[in-house]
């Protein structure tokens, strides 16, 4: 990385400006009007890769793109207050390094970007009340919904339906619209029932595109493996954007190679294909190398030229203008107990192969090698699989959540917690959704070819060759039967539970209660 010179010759600044690592576009916030006057704080810390033992290809991405962020920052004539992991006098958290910037630049106030996180959110106010200069937290202008209109939206509502949110959406915002504002193009507003499509035979997506590692991101490489060797994960196929050039060429790809067939195949899986057709922009998303109004006007491009059919694009417009500022009005409108929530009261611990896809579950073992190789799966894996298993078995949702965190390159908390506390893993009280995301192997049988190749028979509820989800699965209605009878979305399955006869229902909670003591659940 080339060297910041440093700011003793003219230490005094007029705003000390912090940006942290998920805050890397130059157009939004207190940085987007920095002059030479003021001082651009930037810090990589430890305490950002050990609160949850983060996956060595996530934390490169972080500190490659920080990194090629400030070499930018300079080249804009900025004065730049770059913080490297190895510094000897890096005291490793957010805190520490304010106070240290502060100490030594003798700023007049302290500027900050609305944090993705409520850890770091609650350090900022300790911190504001212990200067004794102003700090401001500005509005996070990267996001489509004001925290403060989704929380217009959300008052009253008995449940926060993310569809009727999205509805919402596209009127206010005029995307994929009739002239009229209110009716959706082609009278639907969504295409999921058309997007539900498995692969009759191995699938040959096109290769998607993978910047070349230049100098920076190759001596980042190189430290993490140094650094972190205990973190989990393999560096081998580090494949992510790190700058906002990059980034939009793997949007350009994504839209001209991939995103016709995206739609109809979003929720299919195959063995041995972790990216198929999808667009794997989250991450750049999430670190702000991407705007979403870039993304869904390109898309709706792709329609209006006849380069996308109308499913695939209002598929992935959703993704961004939907689901994205939903989940984040989640987790910001609920509170700072959110990550901590457990609603349906499991204590299990998370099983060892969850970080080395060492099972024989062969459906679990190749989305965890996805995972422990890329740092990605797409969402089908991620909650009808490796969620939906952790869930069937009981493993405390705490310990979900930050498995999660730790192991996805797209991983920021406002994101990753309620995709896993709520969705995933039905443990904030029905917020995120109606009823739990619990299936048996029948449905991974459906959409993948994982269960042609395993040792376990999907069709089978219990016996040592029964498929494992199949046996957690009527266990976990069983167990549960009482909190789900009266949910309509529910009754129907609970129903079936009770109808199996007692000498099944021993035998199917006998074998799950050895499945989970085996796995090291229990």
């Not at 290809?57 to 770059?82: I, K, P, W």
């Not at 957690?472 to 009878?485: E, I, P, S």
Request: hydrophobic content about 35%; aromatic content about 10%; proline content about 6%.
């Amino acid at each position: 990385m080339p060297a910041f010179p440093a700011l003793n010759d003219r230490n005094k600044a007029a705003r000390l400006i912090v940006v942290l690592g998920d805050q890397l576009d130059p157009t939004i916030g207190p940085v987007a009007d920095a002059t030479d006057d003021d001082v651009v704080l930037m810090m990589e810390v430890d305490e950002e890769s050990t609160h949850v033992p983060s996956h060595k290809q996530r934390t490169a991405l972080f500190l490659s793109a920080m990194r090629h962020f400030a070499v930018d920052q300079r080249e804009r004539g900025n004065r730049v207050r770059y913080v490297e992991i190895t510094d000897s006098h890096n005291t490793h958290s957010f805190e520490g390094e304010i106070k240290r910037a502060v100490d030594a630049c003798r700023p007049a106030s302290v500027h900050v970007t609305h944090p993705g996180d409520w850890r770091v959110m609650q350090k900022l106010e300790v911190l504001a009340d212990e200067l004794d200069i102003p700090v401001e937290i500005h509005p996070d202008e990267h996001f489509l919904t004001p925290l403060e209109t989704f929380r217009e939206w959300a008052d009253g509502r008995k449940q926060w339906t993310m569809e009727y949110f999205y509805r919402e959406q596209r009127k206010r915002l005029g995307i994929l619209m009739q002239d009229d504002g209110k009716t959706p193009i082609e009278d639907r507003w969504n295409f999921d029932e058309d997007n539900r499509e498995t692969f009759k035979q191995s699938p040959r997506p096109p290769k998607p595109y993978t910047p070349r590692a230049d100098e920076i991101t190759e001596e980042v490489l190189d430290l993490v493996a140094r650094r972190f060797t205990k973190n989990p994960g393999n560096l081998d196929d580090f494949r992510w954007p790190v700058t906002r050039e990059q980034a939009r060429r793997a949007l350009d790809d994504f839209i001209e190679n991939r995103l016709a067939r995206f739609g109809p195949y979003e929720d299919a899986m195959w063995e041995g294909e972790p990216f198929l057709y999808h667009s794997l922009l989250s991450a750049a998303g999430n670190l702000k190398l991407l705007d979403p109004r870039e993304c869904v006007r390109k898309a709706v491009g792709a329609y209006e030229s006849g380069g996308a059919p109308l499913n695939s694009v209002e598929g992935f417009v959703r993704q961004w203008i939907g689901w994205r500022e939903f989940i984040r009005g989640v987790y910001w409108v609920q509170g700072a107990d959110y990550p901590s929530r457990n609603g349906l009261d499991h204590d299990g611990s998370l099983p060892g192969f969850y970080w080395d896809a060492e099972t024989d579950m062969n459906c679990m073992r190749d989305c965890l090698s996805q995972v422990r190789d890329h740092a990605f799966a797409h969402h089908i894996p991620r909650l009808m699989v490796m969620g939906n298993f952790a869930m069937l078995a009981g493993v405390h949702a705490r310990e979900v959540a930050d498995w999660y965190l730790a192991m996805f390159v797209d991983a920021v908390d406002w994101a990753s917690n309620p995709n896993t506390i709520g969705m995933s893993q039905h443990a904030d009280h029905g917020v995120v959704g109606t009823k739990p995301y619990a299936a048996s192997g029948k449905y991974i049988a459906r959409m993948s070819n994982y269960c042609k190749g395993c040792k376990y028979d999907p069709r089978e509820r219990s016996g040592s060759s029964a498929c494992p989800f199949n046996t957690l699965y009527w266990d976990f209605l069983l167990r549960h039967a009482d909190r789900f009878r009266s949910n309509n979305r529910m009754a129907m399955m609970i129903k079936n539970a009770e109808r199996i006869k007692k000498g099944e229902r021993v035998e199917l909670t006998t074998r799950a209660s050895e499945l989970r003591d085996g796995w090291g659940v229990s």
